[in-house]
C-alpha cells in the first residue's frame, strides 16, 4: 500500500529566510503525481505545488520549489525569502491513491 | 464561478441523528472527492465520482455513510445515525482531469461537524 511520511511535525524559519520540509513516500507505481498543499489556520486548502513522476525536473513555482528524488523516494519541499503569509500546515500529497501525509506545521517569524 | 462550495460550514448534531452536506465543485470539473480530516491529521479519502459515477469508496466510508453526485454537478454527503467519532471537517475537492493528466485538485472551506 502507499504511504506518505511527513517526519516533521513543527519546522520555523525567519522571515526572508529558507527552509525545507521534508516528504518521503512508498509505492511500487512507476508513474504518479506528487503535491505540496497549504493549508493556513481555518482556511482552505491551496495546491503549491505539482511534480509529475516522470518528469526528471524539479517543479518550481516562484519562491516553492521541490527536490524530487525518484529512486529514494523522495519529495522535499523548499520555500525560499519566507514570508508571514507562509504560517500554515504544509501537506505533502501521493496521486494515484489520493493519500496525504499528516502535515508540517510551518511558523515564519518576524 | 468561484471555486468549490461546501454548505454548511460548520454543523451540530445530536448523536444519532442524520446530517447532509452538499458540495458544489467547479462547473467544468468532472472530478469529485471527498475527505475527512480530524485535527492534527492530513485529509483521508473517502470517496470520488467521475461525473456522476462513484468510483471508489475507502474501508473508512461504512454503511452509514451515502454520497451522491446526480447528474454529475454538486455531491451530498449523507451521515446517518451519527457517532461522536464522526466529529471531523469533512472536504470537499474537484479536478479536471483530461486523459491521464491530473492537474490537481480545488478544495472547498470544507464543513466542520460536532456530533453532541
Known amino acids: 500500500a502507499q504511504t506518505v511520511t511527513q517526519s516533521q511535525p513543527e519546522m520555523s524559519v525567519q522571515e526572508a529566510e529558507t527552509v525545507t520540509l521534508s516528504c518521503t513516500y512508498d509505492?511500487?507505481?512507476?508513474?504518479?503525481?506528487l503535491f505540496w498543499y497549504k493549508q493556513p489556520p481555518s482556511r482552505q486548502m491551496i495546491l503549491v505545488i505539482r511534480?509529475?513522476?516522470?518528469?526528471?525536473q524539479n517543479a518550481t513555482e516562484n519562491r516553492f520549489s521541490v527536490n524530487f528524488q525518484k529512486a529514494a523516494k523522495s519529495f522535499s519541499l523548499k520555500i525560499s525569502d519566507s514570508q508571514l503569509g507562509d504560517a500554515a500546515m504544509y501537506f505533502c500529497?501521493?496521486?494515484?491513491?489520493?493519500?496525504f501525509g499528516t502535515g508540517t506545521r510551518l511558523q515564519v517569524f518576524p | 464561478d468561484t471555486g468549490v462550495s461546501q454548505n454548511p460550514r460548520h454543523k451540530i448534531t445530536k448523536r444519532g441523528q442524520n446530517v447532509t452536506f452538499r458540495c458544489d465543485p467547479i462547473?467544468?470539473?468532472?472530478?469529485l472527492y471527498w475527505y475527512r480530516q480530524t485535527l492534527g491529521q492530513g485529509p483521508e479519502f473517502l470517496t470520488y465520482?467521475?461525473?456522476?459515477?462513484?468510483?471508489?469508496k475507502s474501508r473508512l466510508l461504512s454503511d452509514r455513510f451515502s454520497a451522491e453526485r446526480p447528474k454529475g454537478s454538486f455531491s451530498t454527503l449523507e451521515i446517518q445515525r451519527t457517532e461522536q467519532g464522526d466529529s471531523a471537517m469533512y472536504l470537499c475537492?474537484?479536478?479536471?482531469?483530461?486523459?491521464?493528466?491530473?492537474?490537481?485538485?480545488?478544495f472547498g472551506s470544507g464543513t466542520r461537524l460536532t456530533v453532541v
Open positions: 475537492a474537484s479536478s479536471p482531469e483530461v486523459g491521464n493528466v491530473f492537474y490537481g485538485y480545488t
Open positions: 509505492t511500487s507505481e512507476s508513474d504518479y503525481y
Open positions: 511534480q509529475e513522476a516522470y518528469k526528471q
Open positions: 500529497a501521493y496521486r494515484n491513491k489520493l493519500i
Open positions: 462547473s467544468e470539473h468532472n472530478r
Open positions: 465520482f467521475q461525473n456522476e459515477a462513484q468510483l471508489e
